[in-house]
T-cell receptor
């Protein structure tokens, strides 16, 4: 079945450590996105990529980095510069001919900083 | 700039009663509007979307929403609530091609009373 796979589902990190969240899709979608979800805050866009080897900052990119070396992969690194990294992270993708903006989401990764 | 306001962080209804979740948007150009549902510790699933054409949009699980330009609203309704409808609901907006992602509201937690 086609879909978006995020790993790990749960991750614990000590302060000062970088951590990388994986996002893989086999939907052949062009665009991929990372959102951060906090209770009562909705979803906020971190980074997005519309094409391989290109990506754009979203609303809250500080303390995060991404790469898009392959169409199917869009990993997110949470760096030690992110002051409050504990959150639920959602990866999504979209394709142009499915209409504007319709996003398909993975199951999420929950990061906890100890 | 675009934004979404969801009125009521928590809404409680009795099983079998009408569900009404409110969403107002702000957009400088004609918007595309979406409702997503999220079950605990899962990703988001598309319920319905409005792009162009008919302003009353029907989605999955018996939900529908009506786009009212004059009121800048896109409220979500369901005639009869079911216990399985208990979840978090997000309204989202984009404009233009939407390739730069969606702007989400803060979400409404729907509680179904037996």
């Amino acid at each position: 079945d086609g879909g978006i796979t995020q790993s790990p589902k749960y991750l614990f990190r000590k302060e000062g450590q970088n951590v990388t969240l994986s996002c893989e899709q086999n939907l052949n979608h062009d665009a991929m996105y990372w959102y951060r979800q906090d209770p009562g805050q909705g979803l906020r866009l971190i980074y997005y990529s519309q094409i391989v080897n290109d990506f754009q900052k979203g609303d809250i990119a500080e303390g995060y980095s991404v790469s898009r070396e392959k169409k199917e992969s869009f990993p997110l690194t949470v760096t030690s510069a992110q002051k409050n990294p504990t959150a639920f992270y959602l990866c999504a993708s979209s394709i142009k001919d499915r209409g504007p903006g319709e996003l398909f989401f993975g199951e999420g990764s929950r990061l906890t900083v100890l | 700039a675009q934004s979404v306001t969801q009125l009521g962080s928590h809404v409680s209804v009795s099983e079998g009663a009408l569900v009404l979740l409110r969403c107002n948007y702000s957009s400088s150009v004609p918007p595309y509007l979406f409702w997503y549902v999220q079950y605990p510790n899962q990703g988001l699933q598309l319920l319905l979307k409005y792009t162009t054409g008919a302003t009353l949009v029907k989605g999955i699980n018996g939900f529908e929403a009506e786009f009212k330009k004059s009121e800048t609203s896109f409220h979500l309704t369901k005639p009869s609530a079911h216990m399985s409808d208990a979840a978090e609901y997000f309204c989202a907006v984009t404009s233009g091609g939407g390739a730069d992602g969606l702007t989400f509201g803060k979400g409404t937690h729907l509680i179904i009373q037996p």
